[in-house]
């Protein structure tokens, strides 16, 4: 059969393997997916490539469905980026090969496979928003198969696939949403590379990126990123909520809380742990505010670089101390670790044992977040309300006011589970 599958006729003679391999081209790799669609989809069924054509100018179009049911019939479904893929196809089988590299070498590649074709066109056509559909079939074959060549051997080896599913799908319901902006007032602070790239009737979107070796998403595209927006009301303003009204919860105290988790500690009840902590270091009953902010400098200091001599006698650093030594210890034992989310770090030269302690801190942040974001899309699963933003310590929420205060009172619930404590803010922009 001709590698070019382009009528329904031809798909239907193709027989189901047990696996394949699949790689999207949309119709310019520049556009948020969100804001562009398929133009071919590279298939492999570990015996031939094919090109399936859904919109190209060298061939007809088959329909996305019937390419989502004969990829459906697979057992499973290999590919790159499964949140990626997933604004053009719905598929259950899929097994993202990203997640099986970081866990077999420790991180993540790139798989660069841009023709010189491919880059030149990137060149002049970056911006068409058909770019893709003019480059030749035989290119985009080209390249799809060179990926495939570099990933063959990952094909297998997959472990930890229910919470990758689980991290895709639910990062994936909060960034397809974008956030509403004020155009005049986003314009005169953000510069975006081009505002069709990820910007459509007055919606900014971002993108997760789920590829990092602790497990923790950032959330950068287009020149903006998401997680960094300078604090000043300047920059805040512009972006506004489609509802009602942004709420924004953000955890207190959330990495002390966490590692009192793995260490078994517990802080006393109704208590502040930085004023726990702050009251200890100035052998104080009352701290004062310079004491307080003090107080929290000394514990970052400690968490993240290294307990000093001086603080070993405190509770919380002395069952911090021994964990981390505990962990660095089967680290080095066992030529691994396994982060709470299930992700193995292996060995290397670049690791210490702080290191190793922050990637689990931050993966544990991660499971965390997940836990909580699954109950909040269940929860507002029914609702004009959404979860649009997630930070590493705080949630936004574009609310609508029909939702009712019980709904706040669950999210918050919800939020403080597990011994978290959050604090709220509001307002009719992100500067609240």
Known sequence: MYFVIEHIDQLRQMSPSDS???????????????????????????????????????????????????????????????????YFFDLNNAIDLQFVSANQTGKFQEFDCDTHFHNRFKQIYYQDEQENQIVPITKHYEKCECLFKKVENLIGLETSIDIEKRITRSYKLVEERGIKIDESLFYSKFNPTVKNFSIKD??????????????RPTNSFNSINFLAIPKEKSFRECFIPKNDVFVEFDFDSYHLRLIAKLTGFEWPKDSHPHVVLGKQYFSTGMLTEKEYEKSKE???????????EQYKHIEFFSQLDTYIDKEWKKYNTFGSSVLPTGRIVKKSKEMNKLKLFNYIVQNLETLTNLEKIEKLHALLADKKSELILITYDSFLFDFSIEDGKQTLIKIKNILEENGLVVKHKHGKDYSL
């Open 298 to 308: 000394i514990t970052f200091k400690q968490l993240y670089g290294g307990i000093e």
């Open 20 to 86: 394949c391999f699949i790689q999207v081209v949309t119709q310019n790799d520049n556009y948020h997916p969100k804001l562009t669609s398929s133009s071919i989809v590279y298939y492999n069924d570990f015996k031939k490539g094919y090109i399936l054509v859904i919109e190209h100018s060298e061939g007809l179009s088959l329909q996305t469905s019937d390419i989502n049911k004969f990829l459906d019939q697979h057992k499973t479904v290999y590919l790159l980026d499964e949140k990626y893929h997933s």
């Open 202 to 215: 007055g919606i900014a979107y971002g993108l997760y990126n789920l590829y990092n070796v602790t497990g």
